[in-house]
């Protein structure tokens, strides 16, 4: 980031470069649509891009963009919901298998993201950002701007159900209460 | 199983610890270590790469872009707070928030279904 603002011209490139897999991430299960995913995504990095000078350095960087990035998903969101009533479909998670981990990973990953995409979105970005980026859920709810209690509680839900789906909790009879 | 307030508990897990005793309850024993498996899938989740054609269309937006240099700073520091750029109050615009991107002050928004 300083190279950035010292007039690296690529130094930002370079920064984005390394930021895009986890912005994707979070980008995509924060929306519903892949289309507005990578908008967001774009948006995110151009008005970091533009405001790069404000960074404070009391976070990481990541930090810093993930913040621009929810913002503008819960922007989106809200357009969305103003927009059109239709349903939330988890329309294209089709990208999700990658050439570059093994056949194992894969399966794992497959599995883990097929039931990732299951949950509501509410619960969704929460885990992904508690359980897959090592977010606090103080953390994580000051970036949500919703109370710590209300991650917790998404976070535990979505866990629940998600082990159930992963078929962690076969073994249990009956199903639990999760709702 | 025993009944527990699900819909209460922040962590479904170190609830079970404090207040069921797994040892006993062998269903209760089967949720914690499922939940702590389901962690463990979830941390070790390797994030799938963004398409390449995406990453293509973002760098592409990227460098339209002008540069940026600390002088140019649309964002105001507050009082007191370090920046990486010496001179970043410099040309600041108060209330331009919604605009310079700065996520401190963005408008209050909240995660509702």
């Given at each position: 980031?300083?190279?950035?603002?010292?007039?690296?011209?690529?130094?930002?490139?370079?920064?984005?470069?390394?930021?895009?897999?986890?912005?994707?991430?979070?980008?995509?299960?924060?929306?519903?649509?892949?289309?507005?995913?990578?908008?967001?995504?774009?948006?995110?990095?151009?008005?970091?891009?533009?405001?790069?000078?404000?960074?404070?350095?009391?976070?990481?960087?990541?930090?810093?963009?993930?913040?621009?990035?929810?913002?503008?998903?819960?922007?989106?969101?809200?357009?969305?919901?103003?927009?059109?009533?239709?349903?939330?479909?988890?329309?294209?998670?089709?990208?999700?298998?990658?050439?570059?981990?093994?056949?194992?990973?894969?399966?794992?990953?497959?599995?883990?993201?097929?039931?990732?995409?299951?949950?509501?979105?509410?619960?969704?970005?929460?885990?992904?950002?508690?359980?897959?980026?090592?977010?606090?859920?103080?953390?994580?709810?000051?970036?949500?701007?919703?109370?710590?209690?209300?991650?917790?509680?998404?976070?535990?839900?979505?866990?629940?159900?998600?082990?159930?789906?992963?078929?962690?909790?076969?073994?249990?009879?009956?199903?639990?209460?999760?709702? | 199983?025993?009944?527990?307030?699900?819909?209460?508990?922040?962590?479904?897990?170190?609830?079970?610890?404090?207040?069921?005793?797994?040892?006993?309850?062998?269903?209760?024993?089967?949720?914690?270590?499922?939940?702590?498996?389901?962690?463990?899938?979830?941390?070790?989740?390797?994030?799938?790469?963004?398409?390449?054609?995406?990453?293509?269309?973002?760098?592409?937006?990227?460098?339209?872009?002008?540069?940026?240099?600390?002088?140019?700073?649309?964002?105001?520091?507050r009082r007191g707070e370090p920046t990486i750029a010496s001179s970043a109050s410099s040309g600041a615009r108060p209330g331009s928030a919604s605009q310079s991107g700065d996520p401190k002050r963005m408008p209050n928004q909240t995660w509702r279904a």
């Open positions: 980031m300083a190279a950035h603002l010292a007039g690296d011209p690529h130094a930002f490139a370079e920064l984005a470069d390394r930021l895009m897999p986890r912005l994707w991430l979070v980008a995509r299960h924060a929306l519903d649509s892949q289309e507005d995913a990578a908008e967001a995504v774009q948006d995110a990095l151009i008005r970091a891009h533009q405001g790069a000078g404000g960074f404070r350095a009391e976070s990481s960087v990541y930090s810093w963009v993930l913040r621009i990035l929810v913002n503008i998903c819960l922007d989106r969101r809200r357009r969305n919901s103003i927009r059109t009533a239709t349903p939330l479909p988890s329309d294209d998670f089709d990208e999700l298998p990658s050439h570059r981990d093994p056949i194992a990973e894969r399966e794992l990953r497959l599995d883990v993201w097929q039931a990732l995409a299951g949950l509501p979105p509410e619960q969704r970005l929460p885990i992904v950002l508690v359980d897959m980026q090592g977010y606090a859920t103080a953390e994580a709810a000051a970036l949500l701007g919703i109370p710590v209690g209300t991650v917790k509680s998404r976070c535990a839900r979505g866990r629940l159900r998600l082990a159930e789906q992963l078929g962690h909790l076969r073994t249990l009879q009956p199903a639990q209460e999760h709702r | 199983m025993k009944d527990l307030p699900w819909s209460e508990s922040p962590d479904q897990a170190s609830h079970l610890r404090e207040h069921v005793d797994v040892n006993q309850d062998p269903d209760a024993a089967a949720l914690v270590a499922a939940l702590a498996r389901t962690r463990a899938e979830l941390a070790a989740a390797v994030p799938p790469a963004p398409p390449v054609e995406l990453v293509a269309r973002w760098h592409a937006a990227l460098a339209q872009l002008r540069p940026v240099t600390a002088s140019q700073d649309p964002v105001e520091p």
